[in-house]
């Protein structure tokens, strides 16, 4: 298994563009989510999803999109990149919802908005 | 008004020795659930112990134990035996019920462990 993986390891955007960020795992999970990673701050809870179809926000969706086609991927969308986006953006997995708190992390997407 | 709070930014311990992480937590849910990741300076996440609201007694993984004290709301980590591997971020989280499908996730800001040797 590969286990959760994210790409690209590195963004630098310009302020307005858009880009998608990718989420896949291999270990058929049904929770999946995105965090972002903030000096002092923590992590941050984005966007979830429980399964197949099914999104729910987080803490700090303002700016954000998701989607759940498939067990496997989960893609999160800057749609339209400010400054205050730059973070460290982590995905995380886990095998069933009720224990979500087991979460298998990527290895988590620096981005960079200039 | 903060749902985890780590007030530790950093703290050291000598090889061998035990340590306690502090967090306390805020929720009016009764159903939520407390636990402890590991971040080294390479960035992975390391999931390290879960204690759930109703569990009776305090979770224990290795030479990890959760102190659970719901009326304080703390969910202290306590690292025995420290290992110069334990060297690392450690971040309290909890999970409680909120949001259309109750997952959501809140984490502290984090405790910056160093061990000596």
């Known amino acids: 298994n590969a286990g959760v993986t994210q790409t690209p390891k590195f963004q630098v955007l310009k302020t307005g563009q858009s880009m998608t960020l990718q989420c896949a795992q291999d270990m058929n999970h049904e929770y999946m989510s995105w965090y972002r990673q903030d000096p002092g701050m923590g992590l941050r809870l984005i966007h979830y999803?429980?399964?197949?179809?099914?999104?729910d926000q987080g803490e700090v969706p303002n700016g954000y999109n998701v989607s759940r086609s498939t067990t496997e991927d989960f893609p999160l969308r800057l749609l339209s990149a400010a400054p205050s986006q730059t973070s460290v953006y982590f995905c995380?997995?886990?095998?069933?919802?009720?224990?979500?708190?087991?979460?298998?992390f990527g290895p988590g997407t620096r981005l960079t908005v200039t | 008004a903060q749902k985890i709070t780590q007030t530790q930014p950093g703290m050291f311990v000598q090889e061998k020795e035990a340590v306690t992480l502090d967090c306390t937590y805020d929720?009016?849910?009764?159903?939520?659930?407390l636990f402890w990741y590991k971040q080294p300076s390479s960035g992975e996440m390391i999931f390290l112990i879960y204690q759930g609201s109703y569990d009776q007694q305090n979770a224990t993984e290795g030479r990890y134990s959760l102190n659970f004290q719901k009326a304080r709301k703390s969910a202290n980590l306590v690292i025995s035996a420290s290992q110069l591997g334990d060297s690392a971020m450690y971040f309290c989280?909890?999970?409680?019920?909120?949001?259309?499908?109750?997952?959501?996730?809140?984490f502290g800001t984090g405790t910056s462990l160093t061990v000596i040797p």
């Open positions: 929720t009016s849910d009764p159903s939520y659930g």
């Open positions: 989280a909890m999970r409680d019920g909120r949001g259309n499908t109750g997952n959501q996730f809140y």
């Open positions: 999803s429980v399964g197949a179809g099914i999104t």
């Open positions: 995380a997995s886990s095998y069933r919802v009720a224990k979500a708190y087991e979460q298998y």
